[in-house]
């Protein structure tokens, strides 16, 4: 059964520090990748997706993912971290079956905790 | 570690009959819920947000008589696709807030096809 694993429950990071967090998914064929955020007390909201083209991906608010295929993983990535990244990080995988995709699965979410 | 379950994960309705998903927090009290839908190539969008005892608030866009959201307990809330058509076939999640706090579970999600 396709997952997906997401290694760090909970960073803690200073402001200015560098964040990457991984994604690894099981699956063997063509996915669809991405990153969400959910802020406290908001909803998802989308910072970056993969479905072709240029491994590394840039999303909003200064993050980007890097997919590495022969490593099943798309971590995301951010040189500088700011307060305001506080959140919950969520990556999920669609399996794409080129007309249609399969269900999207979602990690269990890495929450961040930014220090300022 | 907590679950969300989607009922039923496929469903394939005629046009103009109605459906029913439901998500159940099975082990947990869910005060707020959250139903997003996904197209094929897309990512997620939010269509709902559905609290315990008070009407969901939807999202610009989104036809509240069209997609009826119920949040009657702690547990579940349902979603309600009236009257549907072939255009509202597509992927359903949706995903529970743990009372209390702010940990996010998603359900399994909900394949809509429409004939």
């Known amino acids: 059964a396709q997952s997906v694993s997401q290694h760090n429950h909970h960073v803690i990071l200073s402001e200015a520090a560098s964040l990457e967090l991984g994604c690894n998914y099981s699956?063997?064929?063509?996915?669809?990748l991405f990153w969400y955020v959910q802020y406290p007390g908001q909803h998802l909201q989308l910072l970056l997706k993969y479905f072709s083209g240029d491994p590394l991906v840039k999303g909003i608010k200064g993050f980007e993912a890097e997919f590495i295929k022969s490593k099943f993983s798309f971590n995301l990535r951010k040189p500088s971290v700011q307060w305001s990244d506080t959140a919950e990080y969520f990556c999920?995988?669609?399996?794409?079956?080129?007309?249609?995709?399969?269900?999207?699965?979602f990690g269990k979410g890495t929450k961040l905790s930014v220090k300022p | 570690g907590a679950v969300v379950s989607q009922h039923p994960s496929w469903v394939i309705c005629k046009s103009g009959t109605s459906v029913k998903i439901e998500c159940r927090s099975l082990?947990?009290?869910?005060?707020?819920m959250f139903w997003y839908r996904q197209f094929p190539k897309q990512s997620l969008m939010l269509m709902a947000t559905s609290n315990e005892g008070s009407k969901a608030t939807y999202e610009q866009g989104v036809e509240k008589d069209k997609f009826l959201i119920n949040h009657a307990s702690l547990t579940l809330s349902t979603l309600t696709v009236t009257s549907a058509h072939p255009e509202d076939s597509s992927f359903y999640i949706c995903?529970?807030?743990?009372?209390?706090?702010?940990?996010?579970?998603f359900g399994e999600g909900s394949w809509l096809t429409v004939v």
């Open positions: 999920a995988v669609n399996g794409d079956y080129g007309g249609s995709q399969g269900n999207l699965i």
């Open positions: 082990d947990f009290q869910a005060t707020t």
């Open positions: 995903s529970a807030r743990k009372s209390g706090g702010n940990t996010i579970y």
């Open positions: 699956y063997g064929g063509t996915v669809n």
